[in-house]
């Protein structure tokens, strides 16, 4: 069965640095693009960045732009977030989520998350 | 990139139908038949309910359904359950300035 699963959460102080990973299994990881979306404690959800199914694209939402950089290994089936420049309204529950295609040409239906990981900027 | 509009609430009696609106613009959810659905019950990830505006994965029960008129998709509930009860968002394709995706802020269904 498809599984993914988030890590690399924690605390960090405002400025560091992070990066998230998310380990998938059950399905060809090669084969869609992949997405990470997150939720601050008690709000809504928001999307974060997408990559397509082979890293040649990448987009983001422009709160993060230039400070995040979404990644994938497809040899170790594993998506990455770096996060820098971490500023406190980054606090949030971290998905990362499978796009139902691998293109995002349109696109953008998320099918199966992860149970995200927690990442808190304080200082 | 603003959120779609959603109301913040909405609630039912077992056994009625409900339906949720989702209001974006001509860039989103007018111009595209890519709009999503998800539920989420508190301290658990989303699940996707519907997809490209009307159409159920496998699995979900046929008492949810997706429709659109304009820029405004909706969500209809009908025979509401206790289990119902959840946050529901909805979401968009969009182009603007670059491909991403906006949700909308979420609503708050309550089953009375």
């Known amino acids: 069965q498809v599984q993914l699963v988030e890590s690399g959460g924690g605390v960090v102080q405002p400025g560091r640095s992070l990066r998230l990973s998310c380990a998938a299994s059950?399905?060809?990881?090669?084969?869609?693009?992949m997405h990470w979306v997150r939720q601050a404690p008690g709000k809504g959800l928001e999307w974060v960045a997408v990559?397509?199914?082979?890293?040649?694209?990448?987009y983001y939402a422009d709160s993060v732009k230039g400070r995040f950089t979404i990644s994938r290994d497809n040899s170790k089936n594993t998506l990455y977030l770096q996060m820098n420049s971490l500023r406190d309204d980054d606090s949030a529950v971290y998905y990362c989520?499978?796009?139902?295609?691998?293109?995002?040409?349109?696109?953008?239906?998320?099918?199966?998350w992860g149970q995200g990981t927690l990442v808190t900027v304080s200082s | 990139q603003s959120a779609l509009t959603q109301p913040a609430s909405v609630s039912g009696s077992p056994g009625q139908s409900i339906t949720i609106s989702c209001t974006g613009t001509?860039?989103?959810?007018?111009?595209?038949?890519?709009v999503s659905w998800y539920q989420q019950h508190p301290g658990r990830a989303p699940k996707l309910m519907i997809y490209?505006?009307?159409n159920r994965p496998s699995g979900v029960s046929n008492r949810f359904s997706g429709s659109k008129s304009g820029n405004t998709a909706s969500l209809t509930i009908s025979g509401l359950q206790a289990e119902d009860e959840a946050d529901y968002y909805c979401?968009?394709?969009?182009?603007?300035?670059?491909?991403?995706?906006?949700f909308g802020g979420g609503t708050k269904l309550t089953v009375l």
């Open positions: 990559i397509l199914y082979d890293g040649s694209n990448k």
């Open positions: 979401s968009s394709y969009t182009s603007g300035s670059t491909r991403h995706v906006v």
């Open positions: 059950g399905f060809t990881f090669s084969s869609y693009a």
């Open positions: 490209d505006v009307s």
């Open positions: 001509s860039s989103d959810v007018g111009g595209y038949n890519f």
């Open positions: 989520a499978r796009d139902v295609g691998c293109c995002f040409t349109p696109g953008g239906h998320f099918d199966y």
